[in-house]
Structures are given as structure tokens and as C-alpha cells.
């Protein structure tokens, strides 16, 4: 299925829009009483989403989220370069989301045992698909200028599991331990969000999104859900190369 591709003037104008389709949907299952199963993506990137929806925390539905992180910094969900860190602050801490419906990825002990951790709560938590993987309703991702995404990044062995749903990496520049979503779970997910702003990311953008081979080696060419939808909101800057 080819990818859904939305340009924004803005990244305000992309994350007001990504934030009104969000709400749209949080509140369709409000309605229907079932629970909305997320994962919110690292970087920087998220936090102009973040700070949209901190704008509607007076909406009644918002304790109809559970919310999960695709990927993470170890570090205490404290430090600078937590991913739970930055959504507490600019997001969780502005809407009433229940405490219990937000399942942090404990940065703070071992990677591996984190991950296994992790892995063991999803399944309880979201709902799996016929074929046994755990089905989330949106999974946002970001994208590194290097194709990486989550915390799968080019040429890690990470790349290739196809039994696990959560693994434990390294960024290959810093050696810092992450925990990330593994390919099997993402491309499970009903819709598969990019959010990419910035000229930085305009090469990236265009070899994925015209599929020219040097995206073979990128981790974020291989986000092809199976059946759910593929998204990419992107500012013009970041689309700069696709003409
Ligand atoms: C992380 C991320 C990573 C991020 C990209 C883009 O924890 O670092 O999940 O995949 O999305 O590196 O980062 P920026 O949004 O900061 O450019």
C-alpha cells in the first residue's frame, strides 16, 4: 500500500492537523468505549504534537488512551535525554491521562531485562492480532538523517528479528543503551505515523519516499505495515527534495 504523504507551510500547521485527526479518532472509540493504544516516538521532533494536544486537555475522552513509547533512552525518566521525560513535561503532565494507562519503558535498569519487561506489558495490555503480535492503533515515529528510526538504526542486527517485539540496541555514535520497537511490531500497528520536519531530512525523506535504492540500508524504508495505513507528515522544508 503506497504511503499517505501530507505537506505542511508549518510544523505548526502539520502537528495542529496530525493532532485533529488524532483527537478525531481518541474520540471515536471514546463512543465506542474502547480503549486507544499508542506508542509516541523520541527526538525532538514530537514535542510540537505534544504541545497541540496539551491545548485540549479539557476533553472528557482522554482517559480512553493507553500510552507506550516506541522507543527509549536508558537513562531515568528524569534526564534530559529521557523520551518519557519530554512528553511528561510538555504533554502528561497538562491532560488527565490515568497514571495507570501510561507505561513508561523503565530506562532506568538493564537494557535487556527492560526490554523483555516491556515486551511482557504489551501483550498484556494491547490487544494481539491473529497472528499473535500486539496490535497498536497508532505508532508514531520519527526519522534520524541516517534513516534510523525508533532505535533501529542502519546495519543493526536489530533489524533482522522477526521473533521478539521489543530489543535492546546501541546508537552506533554514542554507544547509549535504547530499547526499541522491532520491525514485526511496528508494521502490525492499524496506522503507522512519520512525523519529520526540518531541510536536515529532506535527502532521507525523498530516498524513502522515491524509493531509490540507497534507501536499502535505511531502517524507516522498512516501516511497511501489513495491513494497517503508512503516514508521513512532513513539513515543506523536509519534502524539499521530493520535487
Ligand atoms: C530517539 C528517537 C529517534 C528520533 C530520530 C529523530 O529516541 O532518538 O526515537 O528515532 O525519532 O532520531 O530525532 P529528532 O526528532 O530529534 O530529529
Known amino acids: 500500500m503506497s504511503p499517505n504523504l501530507k505537506i ?12 485533529f485527526e488524532f483527537l478525531a479518532d481518541l ?3 471514546y463512543t465506542a468505549s ?11 521532533t514530537p514535542a510540537l504534537l505534544f504541545r497541540e494536544l496539551a491545548l485540549y ?46 507505561f513508561r519503558i523503565p530506562g532506568e535498569i538493564p537494557v535487556e531485562e527492560a526490554a523483555e519487561r516491556y515486551a511482557r506489558l504489551i501483550r498484556q495490555e494491547v490487544p494481539s492480532s491473529e497472528n499473535g503480535i500486539p496490535q497498536f492503533d497508532w505508532i508514531f515515529l520519527g526519522l534520524g538523517e541516517d534513516g534510523h528510526t525508533a ?28 530499547l526499541t520497537f522491532t520491525l514485526p511490531l511496528i508494521n502490525q500497528a492499524r496506522r503507522v505515523v512519520f512525523l519529520v520536519t526540518g531541510s536536515s531530512k529532506s535527502k532521507v525523506v525523498a530516498d524513502i519516499l522515491k524509493q531509490r535504492p540507497s534507501s536499502s540500508t535505511y531502517p524507516a524504508a522498512a516501516v511497511q505495515p501489513l495491513r494497517g495505513e503508512l503516514c508521513w507528515y512532513i513539513d515543506k522544508p523536509a519534502a524539499s527534495d521530493l520535487k
Open 8 to 19: 505542511f507551510s508549518t510544523p505548526e500547521d502539520l502537528a495542529r492537523e496530525l493532532a
Open 27 to 29: 474520540q471515536k472509540n
Open 34 to 44: 474502547e480503549m486507544l493504544t499508542i506508542a509516541l516516538s523520541g527526538g525532538s
Open 57 to 102: 486537555a479539557q476533553r472528557p475522552d482522554w482517559g480512553w488512551i493507553k500510552i507506550f513509547w516506541s522507543d527509549e533512552r536508558m537513562v531515568p525518566p528524569d534526564h534530559p535525554q529521557s523520551n518519557f521525560g519530554l512528553a511528561k513535561k510538555i504533554l502528561l503532565d497538562e491532560v488527565p491521562i490515568p497514571p495507570p494507562n501510561i
Open 151 to 178: 532505535s533501529l538504526f542502519p546495519g543493526s542486527d536489530s533489524l533482522l528479528i522477526a521473533d521478539k517485539i521489543c530489543a535492546a540496541t546501541t546508537h552506533p555514535g554514542s554507544g547509549q543503551p535504547r
